[in-house]
Each structure stands twice: as structure tokens, then as C-alpha cells.
């Protein structure tokens, strides 16, 4: 059968309507689920109304058990601490500088951390997570479809942050909730992937928070831990010296044997 030019023209024409309509649901989805997502967490003003957030718990690593703790506000502030026999290991960001103590590693004094270890603290501690105001800080999200987790239907949602790295979210389909992350940062041509499991969600001022996050980094089976978190408080009173790096004063203490494994 002989098709027409209009035929052709029209046929183009409906092609074009189509793939304009389906980039338009793809981002109508992701909208959508973003939206979901934050209503499902307690919404909004809620999530906004935190200004601190305060958790405690253990974490566990290669049969090593630490008792471990996190105070940290917006624009990723945090000082994360992990206490074994004495000993506290501290990461730190004040919002311009990332710093560490490592006594397991024999460490005491604070210093500045390298680029990889920066930006990974950085990332791990977006105080709202990837989702909030992701316009504002220059990042990008695309609904990927359906995705399994462990067998279960889950909803993927590719977050591109504005440095490049990517973070993979996927949504409960039920719950909206998110419950398990991939994150891929890049860094002088290497990338390292982070796979965390998120769950055991609970309400803290209205907002739903996971409890428990089983982590590792993708092909190193050695990395796998589990933190468990029994409190976390919010709007709970830090302040800005809290996270700035001290200049170390007085005699060092003693160096113990232990170095176990940490969670970054």
C-alpha cells in the first residue's frame, strides 16, 4: 500500500507528540514520587521545622561492636563519634572543613580529611536528604521505573548531584518510603559505590526516620555493617564549636592496641 506524503508527515508528527508525552510522564513520575516521598515522611514543614538532629546507637562491623553517635544540622554540620574501650573516633564537618580523630589508628590529634573521605561525609549527612530543595542545590531526578530489592517490587528514582556523583533511591512502592540506596561517587577517575539498606522507620517531631542501615561498599565483602540506632532527638541544642576542629592542648594519653574496622 502507497502512503501518502501527508501520510508520512502526520505519522512524524504523532511520533513526536508521543515521545514529548512520555518525557512528560517520566518527569511528571519522578515529580510525583518526590513528592510522595517527603508527604510519606511527614511532609514539609515538618521536615523543615528540624533544626538538629541528635542519634544514638551501636554499630557493628566484622564482630566488633562500637557504641556510636551523630549530632548534625543542615548544610551537612555533623560530628560523628565511635567509642570502643575507651577510645573515640571522630569525623567532623563545620561547613567549610572536614576533620577526623583516629586513635585506632593511632591518630589522637584532629586532622583535616582527604578529598574522598570529605565528600563522602558530606554526602552521607545531607541533613534532608537528596530529595528536599534538590533544585536549589543543582541536582537532578529521573524516574528509572520498577526495580527489585532483595525480591520485592521497589520504585527507582536516579538522583544526579551536582558534583556528579549519583545516588539510586529506591521507594517502597507501598510506603513511599525510601529503603535502600546505591551511591556512586567519582573521584580522580575511581568510583566507589555505597549500597545502604534502610529500615525499622519511626516518627521523631512527625517525620519518619530509618532506625536501622545495613552498609557496605560494593565488592568488598569486609565492609558489610549494621548500625542499629535506639534514640534519635531533634531540635536538640549544638553548638557551632561543637564541630570546628580543636587545636590539640596538653600531654597525649596512652596509644591502645585495638584497631578495629570504622564505619568509613
Not at 68 to 96: C, N, W
Request: hydrophobic share 35%; glycine share 8%.
Amino acid at each position: 500500500m502507497l502512503v501518502s506524503r501527508a501520510e508520512v508527515i502526520g505519522r512524524f508528527a504523532l511520533a513526536g507528540i508521543l515521545i514529548g508525552l512520555t518525557h512528560a510522564v517520566s518527569a511528571q513520575s519522578a515529580e510525583d514520587l518526590v513528592a510522595k516521598n517527603i508527604a510519606a515522611r511527614g511532609g514539609l514543614d515538618n521536615i523543615k521545622a528540624i533544626k538538629s538532629i541528635r542519634m544514638a546507637g551501636r554499630y557493628e562491623t566484622q564482630g566488633t561492636f562500637l557504641q556510636f553517635s551523630v549530632d548534625t544540622k543542615p548544610d551537612s554540620i555533623v560530628r560523628e563519634s565511635s567509642t570502643l574501650q575507651g577510645m573515640t573516633q571522630v569525623h567532623a564537618y563545620d561547613g567549610s572543613e572536614a576533620w577526623k580523630v583516629d586513635p585506632f589508628a593511632g591518630r589522637r590529634d584532629p586532622e583535616r580529611m582527604g578529598e574522598e573521605d570529605s565528600r563522602d561525609l558530606v554526602e552521607t549527612y545531607d541533613f534532608y536528604g537528596p530529595f528536599v530543595d534538590y533544585q536549589r542545590k543543582g541536582s537532578k531526578i529521573e524516574y528509572l521505573g520498577h526495580s527489585p530489592v532483595d525480591g520485592d517490587d521497589a520504585l527507582l528514582l536516579k538522583v544526579t548531584l551536582r558534583n556528579g556523583d549519583i545516588v539510586k533511591c529506591y521507594l517502597d512502592p507501598d510506603t513511599y518510603l525510601v529503603i535502600r540506596t546505591e551511591r556512586l561517587m567519582f573521584i580522580r577517575g575511581k568510583v566507589r559505590e555505597t549500597i545502604d539498606n534502610l529500615g525499622s522507620y519511626k516518627k521523631v517531631n512527625g517525620v519518619y526516620f530509618p532506625f536501622s542501615d545495613e552498609s557496605e561498599t560494593a565488592g568488598d565483602p569486609t565492609s558489610l555493617s549494621k548500625l542499629s540506632l535506639t534514640k534519635i532527638e531533634a531540635n536538640v541544642d549544638m553548638p557551632d564549636s561543637e564541630f570546628k576542629m580543636q587545636v590539640p592542648t596538653g600531654p597525649k594519653p596512652a596509644q591502645g592496641s585495638e584497631s578495629p574496622p570504622t564505619r568509613r
